[in-house]
C-alpha cells in the first residue's frame, strides 16, 4: 500500500488499520531520538553547565585574590637607603654587632678597611671593607645575612668563607667580608 502525503489531510482518513504501524513508527523515532540523541544533549548540558560553575567560582577565587594582591602591594614597606657617613664607622660596627649578637652569632673581629683600588670612590661615597670572623651555624647566618639586606646602608657581600669548627661541630668558623659604601 503507498501512502500519498498529499491526500492525507486528516487521521481520520487513514483508518484504523493504517493508524497503528503510522504510530509505531513515530513511538519508536521517538523512544530512540530520547534515548540516543536527547540523553547525550542531556549528559553534554549538564557537563556543560557543571564546567560553568567551575569557571565562575574560579573566576569569582581569582577576582578576591587579585584584590588582596592590589591591597597588600600597596602596603609594602618601601626600603629607605640611609648613607653612612665616614665620621660615624663606629656607630655602624656597633649596628652590625647588634644584629649578630640578635642572630645568636659570636663575632671575634671587625676590621674596618678602606678599600685601596683606584677609580672605586663614586660621587663622593668610598667603599669600605668590613672584614668580620665569625662562628655561627648556617640558620644564624642566613637571618644574620638576610638583616644585612634590610639594613638601612647599601651592603653587599664579597666573600663568604665557611670551615668547620673543630671545638663545635655545630658551628662553624665563617670569615665575611661587607662592602659599605660611606659618605665622605
Known sequence: MKFDIAKIKDFSQLGNKN??????????FLILDFSFVLSA??????????????????IKAFQNDYLLMQKTGGKQKEQMFKTV??????????EIAS???QNNIEISQIKPQRETKANTSLAGFIPYLF?????SDYWSLL???KDLEDHHAVISI???????????????SIS?????????
Not at 131 to 135: S, V
Not at 176 to 184: A, R
Open 131 to 135: 672584614y668580620l670572623n665569625i662562628n
Open 158 to 172: 664579597e666573600e663568604l668563607d665557611i670551615s668547620q669548627n673543630p671545638r663545635d661541630i655545630l658551628k662553624h
Open 143 to 145: 637571618r644574620f645575612i
Open 19 to 28: 493508524l497503528v504501524p503510522v504510530i509505531l513508527v513515530i513511538s519508536v
Open 85 to 94: 657617613q665616614e665620621n660615624d664607622l663606629s656607630g655602624f660596627m656597633e
Open 99 to 101: 644584629l649578630a649578637h
Open 41 to 58: 544533549q542531556l549528559k553534554n548540558y549538564k557537563n556543560t553547565s557543571l564546567k560553568v560553575k567551575k569557571l565562575n567560582s574560579a
Open 176 to 184: 665575611l667580608t661587607l662592602k659599605v659604601y660611606v659618605k665622605k
